[in-house]
Nanobody, 122 residues
Framework: VQLVESGGGLVQPGGSLRLSCAAS????????MSWARQAPGKGLEWVST???????AYADPLKGRFAISRDNAKSTVYLQIDSLKPEDTGVYYC?????????????????RGQGTLVTVSS
């Protein structure tokens, strides 16, 4: 399994970014995919999950500014982030959530990539 994130960088408050994650080594179409983030000095925080049928879930505080999507033909998952705030600063990870008895444990992380750094600052 390989998950390679890209698209991070330095952005001013109020700006937007689209993060990408290229997946390989597993059947992407059959897997729910997630994004998680880690702010400096803090633990890993679940951000969003997209299921194989396209349904999505978001952490409540992030609803409205974050949008997850997937392109099965490209085995790629995206995270669009709008109205960026300084507190969005951190490393963003693409992840595969854990599965338990056929259920997607959407707030969990089974495998994650190396991450891409997002810095929101003026």
């Amino acid at each position: 399994v390989q998950l390679v994130e890209s698209g991070g960088g330095l952005v001013q408050p109020g700006g937007s970014l689209r993060l990408s994650c290229a997946a390989s080594g597993f059947t992407f179409n059959n897997s729910a995919m997630s994004w998680a983030r880690q702010a400096p000095g803090k633990g890993l925080e679940w951000v969003s999950t997209i299921y194989t049928d396209g349904n999505t879930a978001y952490a409540d505080p992030l609803k409205g500014r974050f949008a997850i999507s997937r392109d099965n033909a490209k085995s790629t998952v995206y995270l669009q982030i709008d109205s960026l705030k300084p507190e969005d600063t951190g490393v963003y990870y693409c992840a595969i959530p854990k599965i338990f008895r056929g259920l997607v444990l959407y707030r969990t992380v089974e495998v994650r990539g190396q991450g891409t750094l997002v810095t929101v600052s003026s």
